[in-house]
């Protein structure tokens, strides 16, 4: 960090101001709030709860220092698909901004003369903030279970020591947050035609892909949304003699200069109030429209001549001969080295081995909703069905009170939000949001409690301040007039 920076730092850790007197009961549990996932939207969280006078809260991630998150990771793309003149994770500090900081370190001109910011600097940003807001992370720790206990949840989690030996612990919480990225509440989401291939001749776009093993060979890409768009690119940047792009439709979805999911800052904090049928109606059309892509990342792919589109191709089978995939699609047989599912995620959170004791009184939009038979989508059926406040929710309305303490600020949300919560766009104002409603169960959780004696604490007595001011009958006899 140069000493421009370094200054910069300290006099943004100075607007803070005192940290504000916490004032959350002591229950007795290890946490208040117990954040899984140290990306920015866990940092975030992090840092406005304490803000707000929420101590006891812990993030927890489970890579090492320096390799979390996913912005030089999985994240592949040249430049940040949201525009720079977005809200940032500032936190309701301007200084704290991404233009505060790159201004700083760049100049204005540099700025105003920046379109999208390059994915690099976003992650150089992130690693600042997180220097500036000083949010403890344990790293190299793991959410293994939830169990929900009478006041509180019991969470076991698994710790690698820098020597590698796993640790397991059992730690309790009031609050849980999932603010873990885009696996969330499910995972990867893979074709049925390459479930049965052997492990190292199929990868997903979730997985840390060797891009240099892939120089010299002919690669399968499923799927047509951005993910499925940068990993060809970064195959084909990397040596890659072919990549072949298999697509179900018959053309890419392709967002225009400028364009970002049509999205205005209304509709992104407004979608949650809308009703089911009218959330539930917008999403299935946005999954039947297909997953897009930047035209950025089609130019990016499309310079190469060993890029090939195949539209109307899904896979139908796939098997190994050798150390080969040999694959029948709609529009052929094809022979692969390797195959990478561009094909998303799912989010049912009966298969997220964490959350599987918490899984069957999950109430997911299947549970809520029942559309007509015209707009049924099994896939977003197995979506968390959310509070206002992004907590989950009971299938059986009293069944199981204590899901509400755990909430989901992360992919996950984003039938229920209408954006992908967790990245940029959502930072602004959804971390808010959820501090609010943390804040709101802690607080009236609190009053509800009774004290260890069953009467209320006593409070400190200031008295000997104004003892010597106190009025008294023998005073006010000898202050009478004389002659009365």
């Known amino acids: ?9 300290a006099h943004v850790r100075d607007l803070f101001g005192p940290t504000p007197t916490p004032w959350v009961r002591e229950t007795g549990t290890d946490h208040d709030v117990l954040v899984v996932g140290a990306g920015q939207a866990g940092l975030g969280v992090g840092f406005a709860l304490r803000r707000f006078g929420i101590s006891r809260v812990s993030v927890i991630d489970a890579a090492a220092p320096g390799e979390k998150g996913v912005w030089r990771g999985i994240a592949r793309m040249r430049r940040l698909r949201t525009p720079k003149v977005w809200p940032d994770p500032e936190f309701g500090f301007p200084e704290l901004s991404f233009r505060s900081w790159f201004t700083r370190l760049h100049g204005r001109a540099a ?3 920046l379109d999208r910011i390059p994915r690099t600097t976003w992650a150089d940003y992130l690693d600042w903030i997180e220097q500036v807001v000083e949010v403890p992370v344990r790293h190299r720790t793991r959410l293994l279970d939830v169990e929900p206990g009478p006041r509180y949840l019991s969470v076991r989690l698994e710790v690698t020591d820098a020597a590698g030996a796993r640790h397991r612990r059992t730690e309790t919480t009031r609050k849980l947050v999932l603010a873990n990225g885009v696996e969330s509440t499910g995972g990867p989401a893979y074709p049925a035609a390459i479930a049965g291939l052997p492990a190292h001749l199929k990868a997903h776009t979730a997985d840390p892909i060797d891009l240099a093993a892939l120089a010299g060979r002919r690669v399968a890409v499923l799927g047509a949304g951005a993910s499925a768009l940068d990993i060809a690119g970064a195959a084909l940047e990397s040596g890659a003699a072919e990549v072949h792009l298999f697509v179900r439709r018959d053309e890419l979805v392709v967002q225009g200069p400028g364009v970002v999911g049509g999205l205005t800052l209304g509709a992104r904090e407004s979608f949650h109030r809308l009703s089911d049928a009218d959330r539930w109606q917008r999403k299935v059309v946005q999954a039947r429209a297909g997953r897009s892509c930047t035209l950025e990342s089609v130019q990016r792919a499309a310079a190469f001549d060993g890029f090939h589109v195949h539209l109307d191709a899904e896979w139908h089978t796939a098997r190994a001969v050798g150390e080969r995939i040999v694959a ?3 529009d052929g047989i094809h022979e692969v080295d390797l195959v990478i599912a561009g094909t998303g995620y799912q989010y049912d959170p009966a298969t997220r081995p964490d ?7 999950i109430a997911t939009w299947g549970d809520r909703y029942h559309p007509p038979a015209d707009l049924a989508h099994d896939e977003l059926a197995r979506w968390p069905y ?3 406040g992004y907590e989950l929710s009971e299938r059986s309305p009293g069944s199981a ?3 509400g303490r755990v909430h989901v600020f992360s992919a996950a949300a984003g039938l229920s939000f209408g954006i992908p919560v967790g990245d940029v766009m959502s930072l602004a104002t959804g971390i808010p949001r959820l501090v609010d409603a943390i804040g ?3 607080y009236v959780e609190d009053q509800a409690a009774p004290t260890v004696a069953g009467t209320p604490a006593a409070a400190a007595s200031f008295r000997d301040a104004y003892a010597h001011a106190i009025w008294t009958p023998d005073l006010a006899e000898d202050l009478r007039p004389t002659g009365t």
Do not use: C, I, S
Not at 355 to 361: C, E, H, Q, V, Y
């Open 1 to 9: 960090m140069n000493d421009a920076l370094t200054d910069y730092t």
């Open 355 to 361: 959350l599987a004791r918490l899984a069957p009184d």
């Open 440 to 442: 709101h169960d802690l």
């Open 386 to 388: 959310l509070g206002d």
């Open 111 to 113: 700025y105003e003369d």
């Open 328 to 330: 029948e699609a709609a």
């Open 401 to 403: 009170p204590w899901l």
